[in-house]
């Protein structure tokens, strides 16, 4: 394509003479040739636009995607999973990596956004789908789904989707079918999750709740950091301070003013959100509330929460999340302090770190 100009000097469409002569001034011939010449081109550089080997060098995304569809044997439970892994890096170097935990009715293709602006800057997103609590919730009999909405928030299914995300890691880890392991950075690996995900990722970083005396804990100490997307409150728990004193890890927590979860017998405001980044004791935690909003805003739907604000929150929740994690892992608060200038205008309350890199 380098030997073919966007735009030809002739037929530009420009008044600049050409070979010495003003356009108006050519006879009628001369001009229904030119144009002639000018559509052949233009239908030229179409046809040449589409050709696969051409598309493909103009458009490749900086990303691969794959699909797993794993099966965790010993838990009889697939694990359905995609990978959106960097395409730039070195073949020398590993890459950080995300597991990213959907919501209630989600799968993998889900939050592609995340994925695809994570790994687009060198950051490896893995999605699990939990096969619990996902799409397959809103088929069947309508007049069923508020039933399967409520049994797919049991406490059985709550550890089953932690099991699913330490699954998913085992297998990234390893140098089995699917799996990268010695090319992820083992130093910086995160959990991430949005609605009942971000409640996933709070249990794989620490969160624990206590049955008939018993200690529940789906602590997986090899993640390092969390992003925590819209976390509604444990389902039963009325002491979350109890909850979550031991998480572990350096958390960022993203909501809006109109994060309201509203379902049929269920009601959750941005004020759990809130009391979710309130009740945990670990010092390195940070809280970004954006104005206005909806809770399905940070998922893919395009118009929830207003079609200008959606598509301004998508981008600052993912690049809030690459500048949390240059605080955590590389001490360097600088994309911090770009992010809090330039979205400023759409937050109420901008994420101030109370400890130093």
């Given at each position: 394509m380098s030997d073919i100009p966007e735009r030809s000097p002739v037929d530009d469409g420009s008044t600049t003479e050409v070979y010495g002569i003003a356009p108006n001034t050519l006879p009628p011939e001369t001009r229904v040739n030119r144009g002639r010449r000018r559509v052949n081109a233009m239908l030229l550089m179409g046809l040449l636009a589409l050709h696969p080997s051409v598309r493909a060098q103009r458009s490749a995304p900086p990303y691969q995607v794959t699909d797993f569809d794993w099966?965790?044997?010993?838990?009889?439970?697939?694990?359905?999973?995609?990978?959106?892994?960097?395409?730039?890096?070195?073949?020398?170097?590993?890459?950080?990596?995300?597991?990213?935990?959907?919501?209630?009715?989600?799968s993998r293709q889900g939050y592609s956004y995340l994925g695809?602006?994570?790994?687009?800057?060198?950051?490896?997103?893995?999605?699990?789908?939990?096969?619990?609590?996902d799409v397959q919730l809103w088929k069947g009999n309508p007049f069923g789904v508020v039933g399967r909405l409520q049994a797919a928030a049991?406490?059985?299914?709550?550890?089953?989707?932690?099991?699913?995300?330490?699954?998913?890691?085992?297998?990234m880890l390893s140098d089995e079918p699917g799996g990268r392991g010695a090319a992820i950075d083992r130093r910086c690996l995160v959990a991430a999750g949005h609605s009942y995900g971000a409640n996933t990722t709070l249990l794989t970083v620490g969160a624990q709740v206590i049955r008939n005396g018993r200690t529940i804990s789906c602590l997986?100490?090899?993640?390092?950091?969390a992003v925590i997307i819209?976390?509604?409150?444990?389902?039963?728990?009325?002491?979350?301070?109890?909850?979550?004193?031991?998480?572990?890890?350096?958390t960022i927590h993203v909501t809006s003013t109109d994060d309201t979860i509203e379902?049929?017998?269920?009601?959750?405001?941005?004020?759990?959100?809130?009391?979710i980044f309130d009740a945990i004791a670990h010092p390195h935690k940070l809280?970004?509330?954006?104005?206005?909003?909806?809770?399905?805003?940070?998922?893919?739907?395009?118009?929830?929460?207003?079609?200008?604000l959606n598509p301004k929150v998508k981008v600052a929740t993912a690049d809030l999340a690459l500048a949390f994690l240059d605080l955590i892992f590389k001490r360097d608060g600088a994309a911090l302090a770009r992010w809090q200038i330039n979205w400023r205008s759409i937050l109420v309350r901008v994420p101030s770190p109370s400890f130093t890199p």
């Open positions: 099966v965790d044997h010993a838990r009889s439970r697939p694990v359905p999973a995609r990978l959106y892994w960097p395409t730039g890096s070195a073949p020398d170097t590993s890459v950080p990596l995300v597991v990213f935990s959907h919501g209630i009715g989600g695809k602006h994570w790994s687009a800057r060198g950051i490896a997103s893995l999605h699990v789908q939990h096969v619990g609590s049991r406490e059985e299914e709550a550890i089953a989707r932690a099991g699913d995300v330490r699954f998913a890691l085992d297998r997986d100490p090899r993640f390092c950091a819209s976390a509604p409150p444990f389902y039963g728990e009325t002491d979350l301070k109890a909850v979550l004193s031991k998480v572990s890890v350096p379902i049929p017998g269920y009601h959750s405001g941005v004020e759990d959100r809130l009391a809280l970004a509330v954006f104005q206005g909003g909806s809770h399905s805003m940070f998922t893919d739907r395009s118009l929830t929460g207003g079609p200008s």
